[in-house]
């Protein structure tokens, strides 16, 4: 059964850091790109990062350019792909519910498509980020 699991996240004060996981497990994801998302309380879902299955490509929204970074290792042996988001100098805006989530296509890395909440067809449950200034 595929399952996208994330850790993480928690409550940290304005500039701090924090570093999000994403274990997906139960089918191969190795070939797919995955993202991250977030959602804060009365908005929608927005993009925050994505990276290409072989980790070449990254593409991040503009709030967050320079503060965080995505990355992923695809191990081969036990057949899990885990996915990191590392955020830095966070701010308040950044509080919101975090979701990793695995494209849908194979070989993708086309900004249109990989930024495109609809191209994603797995989702974890999400983790809570909270900025306190």
């Known amino acids: 059964q595929e399952q996208l699991a994330e850790s993480g996240g928690g409550l940290v004060q304005t500039g701090g850091s924090l570093s999000l996981s994403c274990v997906a497990s139960g089918r191969v994801f190795s070939t797919h790109a995955m993202g991250w998302f977030r959602q804060a309380p009365g908005k929608e879902r927005e993009f925050v990062a994505a990276?290409?299955?072989?980790?070449?490509?990254?593409?991040?929204?503009?709030s967050v350019k320079g503060r965080f970074t995505i990355s992923r290792d695809n191990n081969m042996e036990n057949a899990k792909t885990t996915v990191y988001l590392q955020m830095n100098s966070l701010k308040s805006e950044d509080t919101a519910v975090y979701y990793c989530a695995a494209h849908s296509g194979y070989y993708v890395r086309t900004y249109d498509r990989l930024t495109a909440l609809n191209e994603y067809d797995y989702w974890g449950q999400g983790t809570q980020v909270t900025v306190s200034s």
């Open positions: 990276v290409s299955w072989n980790g070449a490509t990254t593409y991040y929204t503009d």
